[in-house]
């Protein structure tokens, strides 16, 4: 079996690939047949001593359970089985039952209900899970408990990074091997537990027995969580800063601690300002710096201020904000004339505004910038000549508003998000669709990635979610509740599935294991035609779309998706990956080729790509030239000259690639 990403391939065999099917249609199955049985109780000693004998072999680089082989090859890709899909749970902790282990039933959601544990041994950490024991609070009962692929926040894995959690409204099913286990798809569903300190400071403040004692204790556990975050933050411990300075602010904000010492929640507001700008945690990095702000300050309040200016302008910039990050650089400059980095700031951001308003870049200058450690471009998108809009029989397109002329540039697009195949978060993965039985190679690096950055951002979550997967979810638009974001991971998964484009080896080679991907949201409207009206090129994280042909206003732009200059095998990937088959103008008339001349031209074509691959075109000799030309003329051969009229023959591109290169330097 092969499976094409791009110009890699990944072959899998027959043997391999019914492996993966069988293991988990096994698992279905079985879960079929326990739907609601009572959960079997585990000997406690037992599960930890599995846990901790796994998690030993793990850190020794034993097998992964979930991985599979690649034909001829000792590397191997994380196998997973998608297309059961199920809805975050959308309710407040504070409106759900209580549970307990011994509640659990197999193969069920229980929706209605959270379940409070804490871990018991130490975390099993997979390529694509995480896995480790936990026990109820009285510590009587024991089960396992899994992440599924999204299970870091920060580089940190989620379950080694605390000991009591809650999870909302369970999921006890089976893994792949039949274990029985609790399993966790959507990050929002886990809740880190609360440092129980902080309960006692609240009890202490509600009791309220002598209230300016109980006021001091809370404002010096406050002042101790704001000092324990500055040195954290010294430590460049991101997330326990992060944490610390939360714990903190839950206190400052009571109001009888606010009303005493208002400047303490301001101080842990603006801290934790710029820990979210470090952990790119952009929404509430603004309103963090928002809310830090002082009226009627004196000199000392007045820099202050201007520090929180300053932190709200990068968050809003860095979300592609840029009249308000204006707005934000305007006031802090205000406040402290002459400062060099909002006066910066501000420059930066008027060629944000004219690249997004014009289409004017300075690509020689951007390029020149790019390298491998730094791939990201910072610059705007530039949309203006297109729009969203309904297609006959397509769903929905992107349309010209104007009249574009070859060659000219339809449209710039800076990337929602990209993995560059260089680094560490690069993951291919082959997924098991058991809605359609087809094993894909899949982009679950660009998966997680996209995921963690709504999980930081909520803002972004529409924009992402308004684009095509076969997943739609339960129609409901929340994106968040007091627990923290909501992001349905089964959603982003297909979305990216169906939406993703490769950037190609901009920064050296690389393969189908680590693949370079990224997610435009604007480009991601383009339809598919074998007769493409546009081209596309990578300049890092920016996509340039020109038109390959005069394109009139209103007219839909259509890129090619799969460049394969087969029919049949074009055809094939267009159906394995975007579930569709293309029937443009050239479709149409390959369709009626004799099977025995299609098979004929693939196999030149296959002969051409090695014949390039082995002959230089630069210093090319006179027969190889002939030879070439022999080549070009069977493949001219294989088309009907009446049937492709006015049609391209795209089997013979290649070689005449090769010809003209040839020739002119001859």
Known sequence: MTLRHDDNTVFMTEHEAERIRNTVKIRLERCSELAGWEREPRDTKDAIRQATGASLMADMGAADPDSAQKKGQQDTLPALAVGQPYSPCVTPLRDLQPMKLSDLRSETHHRGLCLTIRRASPVVMLVARSWTMVCDEERGDIERLEMCLHKTRHGQ?????????????????????GEATIRIDHPSDLVVGQDEAINDVL??????????????AAEKFAKACKDNGNAALEKHDLPLAHAKYTNGLIIAQ???????????????????????????????????????LIGSPDQRQTDLNGKAYFRAGCAA???????????FFEKQLELTPGNTTAGSYLRKIEMRLREQESGVYNFEKIRAGLSRS?????????????????????GRG?????????????????????VWGHEKEALTAMTYDVRDDRIRVSPVGLTKDVVQKLFNNPSQVGKVMGLYGDYQGDSTDLQKTEDGPIVDTFRVHDIVCRNAFGTGNQFGAEDVSHASTGLWIRAAYINHSCLANTEKEFIGDLMVLRAAQPIAAGQELFHTYDRSSDYDTRQRALMTTWGFECECELCV??????????????????????????????????????????????????????????MPRLAIRTIQEWLALAERKR
């Not at 009890?203 to 001091?216: E, G, I, Q």
């Not at 952990?279 to 809310?291: F, T």
């Open 157 to 177: 894995d989620v379950l080694e990074s605390a000991f009591l959690f809650t999870i909302k409204e369970p999921y006890f099913t089976l893994t792949d091997q």
């Open 203 to 216: 009890d202490s403040l509600n009791r309220k027995p002598h209230p300016n004692h109980d006021r001091a």
């Open 254 to 292: 009571q109001p009888e601690v606010f009303k005493h010492e208002p400047d303490l929640a301001r101080d842990l507001f603006r801290n934790r300002a710029h820990v979210n700008l470090l952990l790119n945690q952009l929404d509430e990095a603004k309103s963090d710096a928002k809310e830090s």
């Open 317 to 327: 910039y860095n979300l592609g904000e840029y009249r308000e990050a204006k707005s």
């Open 374 to 394: 730094r791939p990201r471009v910072d610059a705007a998108s530039f949309v203006g000549n297109t729009e969203v809009r309904e297609s006959t029989g397509r």
């Open 398 to 418: 992107l349309f010209a508003t104007r009249d574009i002329a070859s060659g000219e540039m339809v449209m710039c697009e800076k990337a929602f998000c990209v």
């Open 589 to 646: 008339v390959e369709k009626t080729d004799d099977p025995g001349v299609r098979k004929r031209r693939k196999d030149l074509a296959e002969e051409v790509d090695v014949f390039v691959q082995k002959e230089g075109w630069a210093n090319a000799k006179r027969l190889t030239i002939v030879k070439a030309k022999r080549l070009a003329r069977d493949i001219e051969g294989t088309y009907d000259g009446e049937k492709y009229e006015g």
